[in-house]
């Protein structure tokens, strides 16, 4: 029995240990706080720290400050705890700092509800708060990616020195999955950057500010080539039944795992449906798509937002073929049957 | 002051400020420079310059990092307290320090001063109280005084209108955790004397790991208080003092609280925490034929989620795959809580279960919500200790058995899903009783409920091959 029935949200906190982390600050909110239940258990409990913050603003500037002290931390949170984030994500951006934030996505806008959404797409993907910056964003769509990415997460963050986010939502957070944990515990190395509060870097400085124009300037057009870096060298994704595919399936998340079933649905039915489902959203499988337009006849992108990653989609294939919009919002989830059914209509016309 | 005099805590030559700058971007008369040189002093005379971290807030100190040779940390606005719990929490020998103006800690930034003080976390604050924002032009802080004119209260503070100063010493000291603070004044020689002193104090409690030290120090801003440097100084004295007034609020010998974070387990041990259980030795691994969508429905307490965990435990472990999804969504109201559990060879994609092949239903509400879903075809297991009615579909298989009953036969009513997930278990074969009994033992924690729960299995087995094999 080397796989283990485990839940996502707990996943996270296992891949994190397992992957080096040091420091968990956070602030509870469904459908997240298992996160932190389970990190209060784990991380106190094997000599690490977990701290529950007074709130998630002094939250993400606890990462910071354990960030710019060369700890590996993290935090989870969801949509309304992710914004009041926003400002500290944008000041890790600016001072290069690495860090992991896991989004269990709720329904909004406000307070809306707990049930599931995949509406802060928008807000991680393409950044969140002020300037201009961009995040790592990776989306699992089982417990053993909950795992996995998390367990990657603080070593591309450091490589990049940039914030990765894990953007999931209500519905992998609560699954139970068979998991094989790593075998290997990671740790930090020593960076050359980071305020260790000794001799050896005592010269360092963590900041974001830089008052010239010239020098932000050069500053944001570095970040700019680093993005770009990314792009190049971290984008991932997973396809199914792509090789004689004539539609296309594209979703993350729970979406993906629907997809998957209505993949294989339409098959059984004589439609040649295929899945794309990006790993990592930013960086997004811009190429990938544009191959695969000018093999399939249409795109339908499943997301129960409305609509925010199709708009990159888009953007990938051009407009070459018809991109198709299968929304839900407000905590509904698409059955396998509604997608397949709605599917069967389009994909056939 | 004469040039080599400067601290070592500070840095000979401003390089961060420009090449070869020597002086501070301060205003004559601000007070900000007389703060820094007291600190530097401390740092200095206690040999704490490697282990210092310095973090500037966001406010007319922004640059403190130019000058203090120690590490540096820039925070925003309000957050230096948070940024410093950060970085002491990371670096438990450091010697935090977090140095904030009247709009940094009291305004924007009061959230997070008072949750670090109540933790008493280990760092030092200077807290420079000019009662106007300095960097952005001179508006109202939180500190300054009723009838003071800013740059946002042009015709004078109005207590009826934006309320009356703040004194954060007065509230700190309602706190438990604190075990220094104090309020000194920057308006005369003598005063920076005494002033110096609690600097030192809050220090040296550092290197003692005493915990969360505050020094409130009232300083000028001729700049914006539109004085000449000596004006200010005496308007301080005379119009600061008397509200905000000096002397030590607290002094502790001891912290009052204490924590300190276990060792790190090793790696190995971390490895253990999170190892799978060892092998089974199954007796079979019955082949499953078709997936399973399986969905257990009752009300909370009934134990429906804790049998749908341990139905998937049990496909894991005859090697298949599994997953388990607990009522999520518009049908959790009404008091009745649901599991679907999938079980497949393959992958599963959607681990929503909306039309399940086998439903088991422990009370009425959840076979009310749930019979019409279950595909033709399909088998519905209805627990007849709780619900007197039938199942009004004639398209699907049905069994009934006194699920609750046969559990309270066990000695544990709660067992009624684990005899629900034997029967389920002995009519379609998906998985093994053996498998059932086997990984009750892993999945209930309290040793004693063990033997109950397999004597559920056991006597729910019994039921099923004498009462309901072949039953349509
Ligand atoms: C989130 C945010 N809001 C507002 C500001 C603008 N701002 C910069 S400094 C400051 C006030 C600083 O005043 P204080 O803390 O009293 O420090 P002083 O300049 O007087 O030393 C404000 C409002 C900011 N930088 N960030
Ligand atoms: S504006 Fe006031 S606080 Fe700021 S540097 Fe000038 S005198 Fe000092």
């Known amino acids: 029995m080397d796989r283990q029935l485990i839940k996502g949200n707990e996943a996270v906190v296992f891949g994190a240990l397992l992957g080096g982390a040091t420091h968990f600050f956070g602030y509870p909110i469904t459908p997240a706080s298992e996160i932190a239940h389970a990190a209060a258990q784990y991380f106190n409990g094997t000599g690490r720290c977990f701290l529950q913050a007074e709130d998630e603003v002094n939250a993400i500037n606890m990462i910071y400050g354990a960030a710019s002290a060369g700890a590996r931390v993290m935090t989870g949170s969801s949509g309304p705890g992710i914004a009041l984030m926003a400002e500290g994500v944008s000041y890790l951006a600016g001072a290069e700092l690495p860090a992991v934030i896991v989004d269990v996505q709720r329904a909004g806008p406000g307070l809306g509800n707990i049930w599931a959404e995949q509406s802060d797409y928008n807000m991680v993907v393409k950044g969140g708060g002020h300037g201009n910056y961009r995040n790592i964003v990776l989306a699992p769509f089982s417990a053993q990616e909950m795992c996995d990415f998390t367990y990657r997460a603080f070593e591309i963050a450091e490589k990049y020195r940039m914030t990765v986010f894990i953007l999931t939502d209500a519905y992998i957070g609560q699954i139970m999955e068979p998991v094989l944990l790593p075998r290997e515990v990671r740790h930090a190395p020593r960076h050359d950057w980071a305020v260790y509060a000794d001799r050896e870097s005592r010269g360092n400085l963590v900041t974001s500010i830089l008052m010239s124009t010239e020098l932000l300037s050069e500053h944001n057009w570095k970040l700019q080539e680093k993005y770009k870096k990314v792009e190049a060298e971290l984008v991932e994704w997973e396809e199914y039944e792509t090789g004689d595919a004539e539609y296309l399936f594209s979703a993350f998340g729970i979406c993906a795992r629907i997809c998957l079933s209505a993949v294989h649905e339409l098959r059984n039915k004589g439609i040649k449906a295929g899945l794309l489902r990006p790993k990592t959203l930013f960086p997004f499988p811009e190429k990938r798509f544009r191959e695969l337009a000018k093999q399939v006849k249409s795109v339908v992108v499943v997301e129960m937002n409305n609509g925010q990653m199709a708009r990159d989609v888009e953007h990938a294939v051009r407009c070459s073929i018809p991109v198709l919009r299968y929304n839900w919002m407000g905590g509904m989830v698409p059955s396998t049957q509604e997608v397949t059914e709605r599917a069967q209509k389009d994909m056939r016309g | ?472």
Request: aromatic residues 8%; neutral net charge; charged residues 20%.
């Open chain 2, 1 to 472: 002051m004469v040039k080599h005099a400067k601290p070592r805590a500070f840095y000979d030559e401003f390089f961060r400020r420009g090449p070869g700058e020597k002086n501070t971007t301060y205003c004559p008369g601000c007070g900000h420079g007389n703060a820094h040189k007291l600190i530097a002093e401390a740092i200095t005379e206690l040999g704490i310059q490697d282990r210092t971290v310095f973090i500037s807030p966001v406010g007319c100190s922004v640059f403190a990092y130019y000058y203090f040779d120690t590490g540096n940390v820039q925070a925003a606005h309000g957050r230096a307290p948070a940024v410093a719990t950060g970085v002491a929490r990371a670096r438990e020998d450091a010697i935090l320090i977090s140095y904030q103006g009247d709009g940094d800690l009291a305004g924007i930034g009061m959230g997070a001063i008072m949750h670090a003080a109540n933790r008493g976390e280990h760092m030092a604050v200077f807290f420079i109280n000019n009662a106007i924002y300095g960097m952005t032009g001179g508006q109202m802080a939180p500190t300054t005084l009723v009838g003071q004119r800013t740059l946002t209260t042009p015709d004078g503070r109005t207590a009826g209108r934006e309320g009356f100063p703040i004194g954060m010493c007065e509230i700190l000291d309602k706190l438990t955790a604190p075990v220094f603070i104090e309020r000194v004044s920057l308006g005369d020689p003598g005063r920076i004397i005494r002033a110096r002193r609690a600097v030192k104090k809050a220090l040296t409690n550092q290197v003692d790991r005493k915990g969360f030290s505050f020094v409130e120090i009232l300083s000028p801003c001729p700049i914006n208080w539109k004085m000449t440097p000596v004006e200010a100084r005496k308007w301080l004295i005379a119009n600061l003092e008397p509200l905000f007034p000096l002397g030590s609020f607290r002094n502790l010998e001891e912290p009052p609280a204490a924590y300190g974070y276990r060792k790190p387990v090793s790696d190995q041990e971390l490895l253990e925490i999170f190892a799978a259980e060892k092998s089974l030795n199954l007796e079979s691994r019955r082949g499953l034929v078709e997936d399973q969508y399986v969905k257990i429905a009752g009300f909370g307490g009934q134990g429906v989620m804790s049998a749908g965990v341990l139905l998937a435990n049990c496909a894991i472990a005859e090697e298949n795959n599994a997953t388990w999804l607990p009522s999520y969504g518009p049908e959790m109201r009404g008091g009745t809580a649901n599991a679907g559990v999938i079980v497949s060879r393959d992958q599963i994609g959607s681990p929503v279960v909306d039309h399940a092949n086998f439903l088991i239903a422990m009370n009425g509400p959840s076979l009310d919500s749930f019979e019409d879903s279950v595909v033709p075809g399909g088998t519905i297991l209805v627990n007849t200790s709780l619900i007197d009615r039938k199942v009004r579909r004639s398209d699907v298989k049905v069994l009934y058995a006194p699920l609750t009953e046969i559990a309270a036969q066990a000695g544990l009513t709660a067992a009624a899903t684990v005899a629900a997930l034997t029967m389920y278990a002995a009519e379609t074969g998906a998985v093994s009783l053996d498998t059932i009994k086997k990984v009750i033992p892993l999945s209930i924690k309290k040793k004693s409920l063990i033997d109950v729960n397999i004597k559920a299995v056991d006597l729910a087995a019994e039921y099923h091959a004498n009462n309901l094999r072949g039953q349509i």
